[in-house]
């Protein structure tokens, strides 16, 4: 699978895991306002839907340019370290704000779900590539041209 069928596939199954799994989170660090927690997990997933779309089509540029193909742990590693970064500049001021915290109290919360994201995001990628294979971007360039053909 390649192209944007693929990311619209990864999106959603990603974001889908994530609100349920940032909800159960955002809530015990809330006191058990389900409701806020579900609200900022919400508006998480979407900012992270675009995201996500945005860095990976970016990431997958870079990739594309590497002389080194396939998807090592470093890669990996760096693939994740990334998208969680731009995602803790957005959502901290919106966590402090929705949740009514401190910028420093809102960080404090987001950092239990950068380390809980870092393990998902590389795991999900991990389980998505075996599933359903590697991205043009990663292949070694003969296999790459091949599938862009099909």
Same mark, same amino acid.
């Given at each position: 699978?390649?192209?944007?069928?693929?990311?619209?596939?990864?999106?959603?199954?990603?974001?889908?895991?994530?609100?349920?799994?940032?909800?159960?989170?955002?809530? @015990?660090? =809330?006191? /058990?306002?389900? *409701?806020?927690?579900? +609200?900022?997990? !919400?508006?998480?997933?979407?900012?992270?839907? %675009?995201?996500?779309?945005?860095?990976?089509?970016?990431?997958?540029?870079?990739?594309?340019?590497?002389?080194?193909?396939?998807?090592?742990?470093?890669?990996?590693? @760096?693939? =994740?370290? /990334?998208?969680? *970064?731009?995602?803790? +500049?957005?959502? !901290?001021?919106?966590?402090?704000?929705?949740? %009514?915290?401190?910028?420093?109290?809102?960080?404090?919360?987001?950092?239990?779900?950068?380390?809980?994201?870092?393990?998902?995001?590389?795991?999900?990628?991990?389980?998505?590539?075996?599933?359903?294979?590697?991205?043009?971007?990663?292949?070694?360039?003969?296999?790459?041209?091949?599938?862009?053909?099909?």
């Amino acid at each position: 699978m390649q192209g944007i069928r693929r990311k619209i596939v990864y999106v959603l199954l990603f974001e889908g895991l994530a609100i349920a799994m940032t909800t159960t989170g955002l809530s @015990a660090m =809330a006191h /058990g306002e389900t *409701g806020r927690a579900g +609200v900022a997990a !919400v508006v998480s997933a979407l900012v992270a839907v %675009g995201w996500n779309l945005t860095y990976n089509t970016l990431f997958e540029r870079w990739e594309a340019r590497q002389t080194k193909r396939g998807r090592d742990l470093a890669r990996r590693v @760096a693939h =994740a370290a /990334g998208f969680e *970064g731009g995602l803790v +500049v957005m959502l !901290v001021p919106f966590f402090a704000w929705w949740l %009514g915290v401190s910028l420093v109290e809102a960080f404090v919360m987001d950092l239990g779900l950068i380390a809980f994201f870092l393990v998902y995001t590389y795991l999900f990628n991990l389980a998505f590539d075996r599933a359903f294979g590697l991205p043009a971007s990663a292949l070694p360039i003969a296999d790459a041209e091949s599938s862009r053909t099909r």
